[in-house]
């Protein structure tokens, strides 16, 4: 078993930014534990700070104050290139507007970041091969991004953040960009992921369709946490209309 | 159960700079080879800019030394016109990188992501501008000299132009050329690069361009 029960950890948190002549106050005094191999929706109104929280965790942006635990190693201690070691082997990235390298094929991108971890090139465009097999996409090796539909796009995006085998998955809106149905088989996928190979899938959005996924669902308004529900109270809540494969 | 990443980051954490990501150069300069080919026509900005001025040198120092007779404040005048265009084409090639980078800040972002180091970006535009300064610059010198003959040959015809500017000058410029054209290109790169880098991947992600 890990050597802790929290991959992630924060710590009052706080985020601000400068709009001209006043200080928005983005996070203030965020506090989360996530435990391992759980799936947490972050969700909250635009504006409330989600993606701030999403770039603090994802060590894309330092907070102001207060800290970011992975793995219990607090990131404000790490140089840019231990960062960046941590990005490449520890943490997946997916946003909302996919962010594929628009001037590489689908098998290019997936195997960008098994370069970054000194993959050779063999291996690499194996592991890449096997990951857009398993996003469904083994048909579109070389396509570029603007061949693929935004579905395909976002599990090019899923296939690169797998590369190097991450512990934890963080999605900025993952399902912000596609139709209902694409949205849904999107989030079927990271649940599929998070289930088969334990990967700890955070992610942040307004999409009510990740409520029935999600383990935990973390409520952000103000750039403070409203509430945190787990899902069976949810479920009471909802009924018991919710998730109804648990 | 994925594997234990604790013991890798940790590992990573305490010995500082020795598990540092080593990128096989040759991984990075196909893909600088690659950006180039697609942002052709940006890639033509700066190397035309390079090209004139590179091709300014190599005119006026052919000319040096094909005519022996030109006095030394004409010399001195001309030297002086070479410096003035080489420096504003450097300011043309920092603006043209300047444009390139901003241009690619979400590619940046994403690369960082990733887990791009910021060397690689660093190595990644040094490459590109490595090889446009070369290219441009030989193409500069081509042009620069082709012309100088040219005007020599015209005057003297081609046997007498060929003799007195010899074929050691011949080399020897164009080596000049080459270097000097690939020195300026790397200094007008130092700053767009370095802004690249250390920019925080958030930061370059929320650009739109």
Aim: proline content about 3%; aromatic content about 6%; hydrophobic content about 45%.
């Amino acid at each position: 078993m890990a050597a802790t029960e929290y991959i992630v950890r924060t710590k009052d948190v706080i985020k601000e930014f400068k709009m001209g002549q006043e200080t928005l106050r983005a996070l203030n005094g965020i506090s989360v534990d996530i435990k391992r191999g759980e799936y947490i929706s972050i969700m909250g109104p635009s504006g409330s700070g989600k993606s701030t929280l999403f770039n603090a965790i994802g060590g894309l942006d330092k907070p102001d104050s207060g800290s970011v635990f992975i793995n219990d190693v607090d990131m404000a201690q790490l140089d840019s290139n231990e960062l960046a070691f941590l990005r490449c082997h520890t943490i997946g990235y997916i946003f909302q507007t996919f962010n594929l390298i628009v001037v590489m094929t689908a098998l290019e991108n997936v195997r960008l970041p098994t370069i970054f971890a000194g993959m050779n090139t063999d291996e690499g465009t194996e592991r890449g091969i096997e990951l857009l097999n398993l996003v469904g996409l083994g048909q579109r090796l070389h396509h570029k991004p603007s061949e693929l539909s935004g579905g395909q796009q976002q599990r090019v995006a899923i296939a690169r953040a797998l590369a190097n085998n991450p512990s934890i998955i963080l999605a900025d809106e993952p399902t912000g960009n596609l139709d209902s149905k694409t949205g849904t088989e999107i989030i079927e996928l990271l649940r599929k992921l998070n289930r088969e190979k334990g990967v700890t899938v955070i992610s942040a959005t307004h999409d009510y369709k990740m409520l029935d996924v999600s383990d935990r669902i973390i409520w952000i308004r103000d750039g403070q946490i409203d509430k945190i529900e787990n899902r069976s109270d949810l479920d009471i809540q909802l009924g018991g209309m919710a998730g109804q494969e648990e | 159960m994925p594997p234990e990443n604790s013991d890798l980051l940790r590992a990573s954490h305490e010995s500082a700079g020795i598990s540092r990501i080593r990128l096989p150069l040759a991984t990075v300069v196909s893909i600088a080879i690659n950006g180039l080919k697609i942002r052709f026509w940006r890639s033509m900005v700066t190397a035309s800019g390079i090209l004139l001025g590179i091709a300014f040198l190599s005119f006026v120092s052919t000319n040096l030394i094909s005519t022996a007779t030109s006095g030394r404040d004409e010399r001195a005048r001309l030297v002086w016109l070479v410096v003035m265009s080489l420096l504003v084409s450097t300011v043309g090639i920092v603006n043209s990188m300047l444009m390139s980078v901003t241009e690619r800040f979400r590619e940046i972002g994403t690369m960082k992501c990733l887990g791009a180091p910021d060397g690689f970006v660093v190595t990644l535009f040094f490459v590109e501008a490595l090889f446009v300064g070369f290219i441009a610059s030989f193409a500069g010198w081509l042009v620069g000299f082709l012309g100088a003959f040219a005007q020599k040959a015209a005057a003297v015809g081609c046997l007498h132009a060929g003799q007195s500017i010899g074929l050691t000058h011949t080399l020897e410029l164009m080596g000049g050329c080459v270097l000097v054209g690939a020195f300026i290109t790397l200094i007008a790169t130092i700053a767009p690069a370095q802004r690249a880098a250390i920019m925080p991947a958030a930061a370059a992600l929320r650009t739109e361009v």
